[in-house]
């Protein structure tokens, strides 16, 4: 059974920092892309970023880019969204998703993935 379980999320202050985590099963994990995705209240949900679990790509968005980082323990079939200087424009529901990868990079398109998880709540007070 595939599972993506993220954790982490939580309530921050302005400026302070969060890692989020997602767990991933049930898949060969290096064959596939893990992506950040996040919603918030009342919007759409928006691609933050993602990684290639394969050979190590990394991709950010402008808005997040010098702020978060992403990073993988393919030991242990993690990826990692390390975000720093939080504004209260990150607040929402943020997912992880896996998209299987068959000669490219993927990218943040939501119909690249095939998985998702349930999501964690990251709020940031003004």
């Known amino acids: 059974e595939v599972q993506l379980v993220e954790s982490g999320g939580g309530l921050v202050q302005t400026g302070g920092s969060l890692r989020l985590s997602c767990a991933a099963s049930?898949?060969?994990?290096?064959?596939?892309?893990i992506g950040w995705f996040r919603q918030a209240p009342g919007k759409e949900r928006e691609g933050v970023g993602c990684?290639?679990?394969?050979?190590?790509?990394?991709y950010l968005v402008d808005s997040v880019k010098g702020r978060f980082t992403i990073s993988s323990d393919n030991a242990k079939n993690m990826v990692y969204l390390q975000m720093n200087s939080l504004t209260p424009e990150d607040t929402g529901v943020y997912y992880c998703a896996a998209g299987y990868e068959l000669g490219r990079h993927a990218g943040l398109g939501e119909d690249e993935y095939d998985y998702w998880g349930q999501g964690t709540q990251v709020t940031v007070s003004s």
């Open positions: 049930g898949f060969t994990f290096h064959d596939y892309a």
């Open positions: 990684t290639s679990v394969g050979d190590g790509f990394t």
